[in-house]
């Protein structure tokens, strides 16, 4: 006991010396770390350079659920929500939330690791298997499950492709598949929008190149434009190459196609496209969590090299719940058919009465509706004036959007009744005509 005391006081000796010389230094220098002058220039100039150009971004800060009326902060009433990926109305869904409830209580807050150390309880291959079935590959694929979307597009190219091969994009791809290119060391080329025929070039000259292992990625709903991909023509193309087509259907799943199953359904191409990158943060529920489905052997090497995956913590069990009962209600015919019925019977009559106004519209069969305006303080202003008629709709500008194609991106839901929609498009006329719009 003696020999341990006197081990000890040395040590808290120089541990109290320790923090008096903490508290000395740290009341006389500054109460935080000093940013480089040059640095600090430079982001204020840029910040400046975004308020004067209409393109610095605010965020409204949301004191209720998310659904299609909520509340705003500092706003006394209630206001309609036009601007969300809440798609089926899911996010507040009360199975949603029970079953996210449950999953909590049961599998508790978090497993504080990543899937291969200690990360994978039987939900996370339970949900990975019911993604499976939804894409009806159950006999030779698989899913792996990421925390977003973005992720899962992070780490898909870099797995799969070498500098031998090609990665060939679409010229409007979200900004997670551009990220996610150049991380790995493919090739890369690129076709304009939809242009199969700039495809089937950019195909023949990856060809050209030497490139061994072609890879074609496209969105399956272009989310600025709320234009659907030309996904039939692009496998033909894809087909003709022996290449591999890549999908992210994050604006489509759930609500797209006869039974929600995104874009491939709707196009009937389900069974030819290789790899679908999708989120269960828009109408799956409205959390947060992405996946890859594909392939087992293909998803095989995913959980092996992935970055995102490998190196990021596992779903949180209540997300976890909350896709499954939400995929549940998508799957049930019951509960799915008055859900995609009311969808886009709102989508059609907010498109028409907008069109007949006079409005500039993009997309066609979405319910992604951009109202088009061109110049990006026009678009913030619209949105403000929006606000204060109890709609909340947001300005899209550059670099969200390209420069001089500022908009308001409208998107519509199952959660909204019909008079919630013509009290929209009420709102929009006046405030059009008021801004010289229509």
């Not at 089926?88 to 909590?104: M, N, T």
């Not at 990360?119 to 698989?142: M, P, R």
């Not at 591999?244 to 995104?262: W, Y």
């Not at 087992?296 to 992935?306: D, G």
Request: aromatic share 8%; charged share 20%.
């Amino acid at each position: 006991m003696a020999s341990y005391t006197a081990f000890k006081t040395p040590i808290l000796r120089n541990l109290a010396a320790s923090r008096r010389q903490f508290a000395t230094t740290a009341a006389t220098r500054s109460t935080r770390a000093r940013i480089p002058a040059a640095l600090e220039e430079r982001i204020t100039q840029a910040l400046d350079g975004m308020k004067q150009a209409g393109t610095f971004k605010t965020e409204r800060v949301i004191t209720t659920p998310q659904n299609s009326s909520i509340k705003v902060q500092n706003s006394t009433k209630p206001v309609l929500n036009f601007c969300a990926n809440n798609y089926l109305g899911l996010a507040d869904h009360p199975a949603v939330v029970q079953r996210a409830s449950q999953f909590l209580d049961t599998w508790g807050n978090g497993l504080s690791s990543v899937r291969f150390i200690c990360g994978t309880q039987k939900i996370h291959k339970d949900l990975e298997d019911q993604i499976t079935k939804f894409y009806n590959q159950q006999e030779s694929g698989d899913t792996i499950l990421y925390a977003s979307c973005f992720d899962a597009n992070a780490g898909i190219f870099e797995s799969l492709l070498t500098d031998q091969d090609a990665i060939i994009s679409d010229s409007l791809n979200h900004a997670s598949i551009i990220d996610g290119v150049r991380l790995c060391k493919a090739k890369r080329f690129r076709y304009a929008n939809g242009d199969v025929e700039d495809l089937d070039r950019q195909l023949t000259l990856a060809a050209e190149a030497g490139c061994r292992v072609k890879m074609v990625a496209t969105d399956g709903v272009f989310s600025m434009d709320g234009v659907i991909a030309p996904l039939k023509d692009i496998c033909d193309v894809v087909e003709k190459h022996d290449a591999i087509l890549f999908v992210d259907d994050a604006h489509a799943t759930g609500f797209l196609g006869p039974t929600g199953r995104g874009s491939g359904e709707y196009w009937g191409v389900m069974d030819r496209i290789h790899l679908v990158n999708s989120t269960l943060g828009k109408a799956l529920g409205g959390a947060s969590g992405g996946y890859t489905v594909g392939d087992k052997l293909l998803v095989s090497i995913l959980r092996n090299t992935s970055r995102p995956y490998l190196f990021s913590n596992t779903l949180a069990p209540s997300v976890v719940g909350a896709a499954e009962a939400a995929i549940n209600l998508v799957d049930n015919p019951a509960t799915r058919g008055p859900l995609l019925d009311q969808l886009w019977s709102n989508a059609q009559l907010f498109r028409t009465r907008m069109s007949e106004a006079g409005f500039v519209l993009a997309g066609e069969g979405h319910a992604i509706i951009p109202v088009m305006l061109g110049d990006a303080r026009l678009a913030s202003k619209m949105a403000e004036k929006m606000l204060e008629r109890g709609i909340y709709v947001i300005g899209f500008s550059y670099p969200v959007v390209p420069k001089d194609k500022a908009r308001i991106r409208v998107q519509l839901s199952a959660a909204h009744t019909t008079d919630q929609v013509n009290g929209a498009v009420d709102a929009f006329i006046e405030v059009g005509r008021e801004l010289n719009i229509i």
